[in-house]
């Protein structure tokens, strides 16, 4: 069976002046479907350029990376939003919601893109991803209304509304407190539940040890791959 | 992303920020404001213009009597009188173009006219012949004007103005009533139709007509036939510079002129002086143009700058928008919109105060104005077309932005 993912030499490398900084080289490895995976190490390992390279928000410089058996490594900008927008959600740690914008619109975001809904419809959907992450009776709070932990269920929500295959977190609850953060891990056990494969990107082993497919990251390269 | 999601995307955001936009589209609001306003104004003096020329009689030209000049030394304007109503019926006869002329003669020293217990000094006493009606385009309101006959024999009879009648008769017929100028007896035969007030502001019904020999022999105890100027109206328009050409070679001959020497006349049409006129409004309505062109010019810059912060202030907004999928394309849409909408939001505001300003300028100063609907439609696409030009270089930089610097940004 073809894996969900699968990475085989990918290497990112910039050109600033003289110098070549390589945060990723030589990358191989491999999700299935379904997985919780946990992709750890210290800062400065390349955990992020990974995750954006996963996320098909940045291109690798070498190697191929294959998604669902189709080869994604070369496409135009274009085509990468397009799978941004259709098999990925996306979980920022700092969130990132619209400021002086409701749950609800906030929510519908994705929705305004490659696809043509009516408004009402976009409501639905939106208005069921809420209800998915406990925060119903919260669709007309502005950000600045509501707690880190319902900020990150609404990003959450908005993350899901696309019925997206993957979830991408990075440090999901890194700017949250224990309790939070204990929701929002039950969430992605949740959703992992429900066949949805969730990649967490953290420096804190707690969250790390839920994944039952683990990488360490030192140095640009894979230094532990585990399941 | 449709088009209305766009636009209701741009309206939000300018919403959001409500004093800004209302300082930025001010810079477009004035400019299309005076555009308009400038506009209106301008076609309300070229269309006053044209009334007061029409009113003047079609296609006229006037000769004047020409300086004299002696040893080099110019006597100026009319010091030599040698214009006849010999002139005036030889141009009418000799030039096909000329369909009539009228001799006039102005009439000095007239200071009262008097009607029973009413005085009244009129502006303008003229002595002419039968041709006057037709050639300055103004028929008589009751009555007739005098006849051959009466310009043969220098009757005592007299056609008067509106201003003239309402003076002297108080709103009664002034038809066979008589009148005393300078203590002669003067019956009146005919009233003018109102003209109202020439270009220079003169109230053309305050006038007082008689036959051009009852003026010279009569009023002016003169035996002399010299007039103070010949008006000709001739067919066509088109016919007037050969016109010209025309009596200028029969005045040269009549009054024995050779090659070379001045003139003792001088030709003068109303098309001239009306396009004259209308040049000099044109010069002044294309500077408040260009005045104004450079306003909507800085407003166009104010946008810009304006959208330029916009996009720095949001970038983290169009970070997450390209990873939830966005493409450049739709976050140059979102920008250009927004920029759009403000400019034609300004364009739309700017007409109604420009419209309102020119209605006010007419009502208070009884300027003439005229709305013009080619300036309000080139207006709205010059605002919508601000916004284009100006909104794409910072609409492009958004759109270009990379999704990762873009997310990071603070």
Redesign the interface.
């Known amino acids: 069976m073809t894996p969900l993912i699968r990475l085989e030499g990918i290497s990112k490398t910039y050109h600033l002046g003289e110098v070549d900084i390589r945060p990723l080289q030589e990358v191989t490895l491999e999700i299935a479907a379904g997985e919780v995976v946990s992709i750890t190490g210290a800062s400065g390992s390349g955990k992020t350029t990974l995750m ?1 390279i996963l ?1 098909c ?2 291109r690798p410089s070498e190697g191929s990376y294959r998604l669902e058996g189709r080869e994604v490594a070369h496409l135009s ?2 085509e990468r ?2 799978l ?3 098999v990925f959600g ?1 979980v ?1 740690q700092s969130f ?1 919601l ?1 400021s ?1 914008t409701s749950a609800l619109e906030n929510v519908e ?2 929705l ?3 696809r ?1 809904l009516p408004g009402a419809e976009r409501h639905a959907l939106a208005l069921e991803a809420l209800r998915r992450v406990g925060l119903a009776d919260r669709v007309d709070h502005h950000p600045n209304q509501l707690s880190g932990g319902q900020q990150q269920r609404v990003a959450i929500a ?1 993350a899901l509304v ?1 019925r997206p295959k993957i979830l991408l977190a990075d440090e999901p609850t890194g700017n949250l407190d224990s309790r939070s953060e204990k929701e929002i891990m039950d969430l992605f056990g949740q959703l992992h539940a429900e066949g949805i494969t969730v990649i967490l990107v953290t420096h804190n082993p707690e969250i790390a040890a839920v994944a039952a497919h683990r990488i360490r990251l030192k140095d640009g390269r894979v230094q532990e791959d585990v399941r | ?2 088009a209305w ?1 766009i636009l209701r995307l741009a309206l939000r955001a300018l919403v ?1 920020n409500k004093v800004r936009t209302a300082l930025t589209m001010l810079g477009i609001l004035i400019g299309i404001a005076s555009v308009i306003a400038m506009v209106a104004l301008g076609q309300g003096a070229s269309r006053m213009v044209e009334d007061q020329i029409n009113a003047m009689g079609r296609n006229i030209v006037m000769v004047l009597p020409g300086a004299a000049s002696s040893g080099g030394f110019s006597w100026g304007s009319g010091s030599i009188q040698t214009l006849t109503p010999d002139d005036a019926a030889a141009i009418a006869k000799e030039v096909p173009t000329v369909a009539a002329t009228a001799p006039v003669v102005r009439v000095r020293g007239v200071r009262q006219v008097v009607a029973g217990s009413q005085n009244w000094v009129p502006d303008n006493a003229m002595g002419t012949n039968t041709d006057f009606p037709q050639v300055r385009d103004w028929p008589l309101d009751e009555g007739t004007f005098f006849s051959e006959q009466d310009v043969r024999y220098a009757t005592k009879v007299c056609v008067i103005g509106a201003t003239i009648s309402q003076n002297l008769f108080q709103g009664a017929s002034p038809l066979g009533q008589t009148v005393r100028i300078k203590n002669m007896p003067f019956k009146v035969v005919g009233l003018l139709t109102r003209k109202g007030t020439n270009a220079i502001g003169q109230d053309q019904d305050d006038t007082l007509l008689v036959p051009w020999t009852t003026a010279k022999r009569v009023l002016e105890g003169s035996t002399f036939n010299n007039v103070s100027q010949i008006l000709l109206s001739v067919d066509t328009a088109g016919h007037i510079p050969a016109a010209m050409a025309e009596v200028t070679a029969l005045l040269h001959q009549r009054h024995r002129i050779r090659p070379g020497e001045a003139d003792d006349f001088r030709l003068m049409s109303m098309t001239e002086m009306a396009s004259a006129t209308a040049e000099t409004s044109k010069v002044m309505s294309i500077l408040l143009l260009v005045t104004a062109c450079i306003s909507l010019l800085v407003g166009g810059i104010g946008i810009m700058n304006i959208m330029l912060v916009s996009v720095v202030e949001r970038t ?2 169009i ?10 394309r ?1 976050i140059l849409a979102q920008f250009l919109a927004e920029s759009v909408a403000l400019s034609l939001a300004a364009g739309v505001l700017g007409m109604l105060l420009g419209a309102s300003a020119s209605w006010g300028i007419q009502h208070f100063l009884q300027w003439p104005t005229q709305l013009s609907l080619g300036a309000v439609a080139v207006s709205l696409l010059f605002s919508c077309g601000i916004g284009v030009f100006f909104g794409m270089y910072p609409a492009v930089r958004a759109s270009r932005l990379d ?2 610097e873009a ?1 990071r940004h603070e």
């Not at chain 2, 970070?319 to 450049?328: D, F, K, L």
């Open positions: 954006n996320g928000m940045d900008p274009d939003a397009r941004r927008n259709q996306f920022f990132n619209l002086r975001l994705p305004m893109y490659w043509s908005r696309t | 992303m449709n999601m959001k983290r907004e970070g997450v928008r390209m990873a939830m999928g966005a493409r450049g739709d999704p990762i997310l």
